[in-house]
């Protein structure tokens, strides 16, 4: 490897040391940079019989896993193993997830597939296949496009890539055409809104297992099918991951086998008219990632990962970049993280995120970013603070909502696993694990040996629970109160608060205008809805629902529509910056209005069935 053998063994400890002390007597440096290429270096075997278990459905601290590499009955397969999981999620339809993976069909052998996994329920069952079986192939990267389909890019043994597309959330794969690439390959589709590279692929992969003389980077204007030809990387950077910036600016990633970490930045990479340039800038991650370690003996600690915020708030544009790293003897893996608020310029002194003793002799392995929609950033590690001899490992979780200045104390989410078990002849639990946020909450796709070998999970976790907030006063601006009483508006039932035009001076104001109060557990809150069910005695009424901004003191119009006799439900979704709508106390305020726009009966009435908000932190 370009670092020398001598800070190389300095990194490493226990087996591991012993390990490559032996190697750095045999090997030279090109060959020790050999070592961590995906080889077939064994046959195909299949499994000599089929056996099946129900799925592993596992559960902590409130959060569940559900097993991902099942077959198609949804049962689990006995004695094959998957790992290295990659996934992508329909932004247009949720309920649609897919996962891929190295599916190794019998443990016996160390032949590796194309696995593969999808969901139409949003995660609560799954069915799974492989891609080209028979075919070796290795290093899954995912990604969803900007027509809410999928792509998976797939390493083979020659060290080429191939990519596929699916059109139907992931339950088949058309090979969509050969894709340049290389070992420890990863692939991005801008997806970006507006952006000028919208729809554009673009993969970097190792200088080595490199077919391309070092070049490291391709590019697809086409949507996947034809790659342009590689070009070189300042500083040839590897191990790394890219995302793409609202303005479509792609931002690249890596390390150079050890403790220097690279930032790459193209402006121009979205021109498909040019051949894309690069700026580099060195980033400090205070540590070293590291390679064939005990935690994970063939394999990383973890890869470099980078997230831009596109949330269009106070932290758009900032970049962050996070690695399970080697601090020194003491620290044998934290999870550092890093920001730039000047577009990859400059950037901040970098930050433990696990939050245990520093010192304590844990790993902190595959460190995992991302970030929502609204600026959220959300971490996930495996974690074995809890296990005396590091044999076992946990998944936790951390975010933050200010940028990366403080994160959340990590929740771990779930259960123990003994991350040895079920080795397929290759003695790791793959490279990677993968997560995609939304401003809900985090999917996360991992790896864990709860049935006693590697099979792949997928987990949920809510960044907060929606709550439901029912209304603790209504008062009538204009209009004369029939009948009822505020526990009225709490249910749709058979009561109503019932409301009659009052007297007005202006014939275009709204004779029947009613506000109601509420008091929301947040005043910055991630997502805010207000619920009506009302009805009126005629039709020839048009019904109006706003929410108060306690920002400009004025009143937002959410919903105009006409009313009906018999009970309508009406659910308006907030937008933007929605601590406007929060006072500081918490208040929450909405008015519903009702103005006749045809002729009415005069003795018409508007009748409220319930008023509810669902608030979420």
Not at 207 to 220: D, E, L
Not at 274 to 302: K, R
Not at 517 to 546: C, H, M, W, Y
């Amino acid at each position: 490897m370009r670092i020398s053998s001598t800070l190389r063994l300095g990194a490493l400890s226990g087996l591991a040391l012993v390990s490559v002390l032996s190697h750095a007597q045999k090997y030279s440096p090109a060959e020790l940079r050999e070592m961590e290429l995906e080889r077939e270096d064994m046959p195909y075997m299949p499994m000599p019989f089929k056996v099946t278990t129900p799925p592993r459905i596992v559960s902590a601290g409130g959060f569940t896993s559900i097993q991902v590499n099942v077959d198609n009955n949804g049962m689990n397969i006995v004695n094959d193993a998957a790992n290295e999981p990659s996934m992508a999620i329909n932004p247009l339809n949720p309920s649609q997830i897919t996962v891929g993976w190295r599916q190794f069909d019998n443990i016996q052998s160390n032949f590796r597939q194309g696995g593969y996994g999808w969901s139409s329920d949003g995660g609560a069952t799954w069915r799974s296949s492989k891609i080209e079986p028979g075919i070796f192939r290795s290093d899954p990267v995912l990604d969803d496009t900007p027509s809410g389909d999928f792509q998976y890019n797939s390493l083979l043994t020659t060290f080429f890539t191939d990519q596929f597309g699916s059109t139907n959330g992931g339950a088949t794969w058309t090979k969509l055409g050969p894709a340049t690439g290389g070992d420890k390959n990863w692939m991005i589709v801008d997806s970006v809104p507006g952006s000028p590279g919208n729809g554009f692929a673009y993969q970097i992969w190792s200088t080595a297992g490199n077919n391309y003389g070092g070049r490291q980077f391709s590019r697809s204007t086409n949507g996947g099918s034809v790659w342009n030809n590689p070009i070189n990387l300042p500083n040839q950077p590897v191990w790394g991951t890219l995302d793409v910036a609202s303005n479509g600016d792609l931002y690249i990633c890596g390390c150079d086998f050890g403790s220097t970490f690279y930032f790459l930045k193209s402006t121009n990479a979205k021109n498909s008219a040019v051949t894309p340039t690069f700026t580099s800038t060195t980033v400090n991650m205070g540590g070293s990632i590291q390679y064939g370690i005990p935690i994970n003996p063939d394999g990383l600690g973890g890869q470099v990962w980078i997230a831009v915020d596109r949330s269009g708030g106070p932290t758009n544009g900032y970049i962050y970049m996070l690695a399970s790293v080697r601090r020194n003897t003491s620290n044998p893996l934290d999870v550092m993280f890093t920001r730039s608020t000047n577009g990859g310029t400059t950037w901040s002194a970098p930050v433990k995120v696990n939050d245990d003793a520093a010192n304590g002799g844990k790993y902190h392995w595959f460190g995992t970013l991302a970030v929502a929609p609204n600026g959220r950033i959300d971490i996930i590690w495996y974690d074995t603070r809890n296990s005396p001899n590091n044999t076992q490992s946990e998944v936790r979780y951390t975010s933050s909502t200010d940028g990366g200045l403080t994160f959340a104390p990590s929740t771990v989410v779930s259960p123990m696993f003994t991350q040895g078990l079920g080795y397929p002849q290759q003695n790791k639990l793959g490279d990677y694990i993968a997560m995609v946020s939304d401003n809900t909450g985090a999917s996360i796709a991992y790896a864990a040996t709860f049935n006693g070998e590697q099979d792949v999970y997928y987990l949920r976790v809510p960044t907060a629970v929606p709550t439901e907030v029912l209304p603790r006063s209504f008062s009538l601006f204009r209009g004369a109160l029939v009948s009822g009483t505020l526990p009225d508006l709490f249910q749709a039932d058979s009561n109503y608060v019932v409301v009659r035009p009052g007297i007005v001076v202006n014939p275009a104001e709204r004779p029947v205008q009613v506000v109601i109060e509420g008091a929301s557990p947040s005043n910055t809150p991630s997502a805010l809805q207000f619920k009506l069910v009302a009805k009126t005695t005629t039709s020839s009424v048009r019904q109006d629902i706003e929410l108060f901004n306690f920002q400009t003191n004025a009143y937002e119009m959410l919903d105009q529509r006409q009313s009906t006799t018999s009970d309508q439900t009406v659910t308006v979704t907030a937008a933007g910056n929605l601590g406007r709508f929060v006072a500081g106390d918490g208040t929450l305020r909405a008015k519903v209005g009702y103005v006749a726009n045809a002729p009415t009966p005069a003795l018409w009435q508007a009748s409220l069935n319930q008023t509810v908000w669902t608030v979420t932190p």
